[in-house]
């Protein structure tokens, strides 16, 4: 109860956030009566039962359904600022919010409506917020591109791009040409790598993107020397437990490796990934890794730590926000 609260009190960051998995299922049904949309369970319940999942694949097939329901900017904006106050309760100060853009442009959504929807919300508070825009990588490099081109005039929303969906099958290096003209504009860069795929995805992804933080990482410890140098790099892996056991990359939290990750020397975080598909926020992740693994006060300060020290902020703000 003690470990509950001081980690619910500690000042954190969240840095793996996609806005789109933070869609409860009573917002899904309350926007898709808005819109007009019949969705393909009957209720609430029904539709929370289906997160049942055996693998990446099956999360998101669901996930890409669920978003559907978004059509207007206003749909943004109220799955947005839903997440900034759920973060805010958690004690989050700041987050970087990854959001699909072809998700939603695929459907014929514009990519202003989402993008300005997202964005008012951030600009509202209650807590500091960026953006960063992710490329689907089971889609062609040229989808990416374009949607590069499309995000140009919304340039100074933006404070990177990532890239996420499918890994297995989809190198980092299939986004090598678009990586690098983000890379170009002054974007910051960060890519999902060894979540399900090998950690040579890892290093493709540090050596070909170039990015700057690793989403997910946790497979880095099948490879002892890409482990050292993620050790000597300092480099940055957004960790998150409770996506890992509903989407079984571990069995049990029990198994988990985050307590490996920070003895290796690793920057890890903790992360809330799809928080409405994993069962919780990103303290509910904290307290699940520290409920399951030999973790304490001072593993909790180093994550923390490590939140900030990853964020894309000036040194100034991380000092503020600690
Ligand atoms: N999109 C949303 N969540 C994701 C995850 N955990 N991995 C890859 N793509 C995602
Ligand atoms: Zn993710």
């Not at 869609?23 to 209720?43: D, K, T, V």
């Not at 329901?69 to 100060?93: G, I």
């Not at 690793?214 to 996506?243: F, N």
């Not at 180093?302 to 600690?322: G, P, T």
Request: charged residues 25%; aromatic residues 8%; glycine residues 6%.
């Amino acid at each position: 109860e003690q470990l509950r609260r001081r980690l619910q009190a500690m000042p954190k960051a969240e840095l793996h956030i996609h806005i789109e998995g933070s869609l409860e299922p009573e917002l899904i049904f309350e926007l898709a009566q808005r819109n007009g949309i019949s969705l393909a369970y009957p209720s609430v319940e029904a539709l929370r039962q289906a997160y049942d999942f055996t693998d990446l694949q099956s999360f998101l097939d669901i996930y890409y359904a669920g978003a559907s329901v978004l059509l207007t900017e206003q749909d943004f904006y109220d799955m947005t600022a839903a997440y900034l106050r759920r973060a805010a309760a958690d004690n989050v100060r700041h987050a970087e919010i990854f959001f699909d853009p072809q998700t939603h442009t695929a459907r014929g959504v514009p990519f202003g409506t989402a993008i300005n929807g997202i964005w008012r919300a951030c600009q509202e508070g209650p807590i500091s917020a960026s953006l960063i825009m992710c490329f689907l990588r089971h889609l062609p490099e040229e989808d990416a591109l374009a949607t590069l081109e499309q995000a140009l005039p919304h340039r100074d929303k933006l404070i990177g791009v990532g890239l996420d969906s499918s890994e297995v099958g989809h190198p980092p290096e299939k986004f090598a040409r678009v990586f690098e003209r983000a890379r170009e504009l002054g974007l910051h860069l960060v890519a999902h790598a060894g979540e399900e795929g090998p950690p040579a995805y890892i290093d493709s992804a540090l050596d070909v993107l170039h990015v700057e933080r690793i989403d997910h990482g946790v497979r880095c410890l099948d490879d002892p020397q890409l482990v050292q140098r993620l050790a000597r790099e300092r480099m940055a892996l957004t960790v998150c437990p409770l996506s890992n056991i509903k989407l079984r990359v571990f069995d049990v939290m029990g198994s988990h490796n985050l307590r490996r990750l920070l003895d290796a020397g690793l920057a890890a975080t903790v992360n809330s990934d799809d928080p409405a598909y994993f069962g919780g926020y990103v303290n509910a992740n904290y307290l699940a890794a520290f409920e399951a693994l030999p973790l304490d006060e001072r593993h909790a300060r180093q994550l923390a730590v490590n939140s900030f020290e990853a964020a894309f902020l000036d040194a100034d703000s991380k000092r503020a926000f600690l």
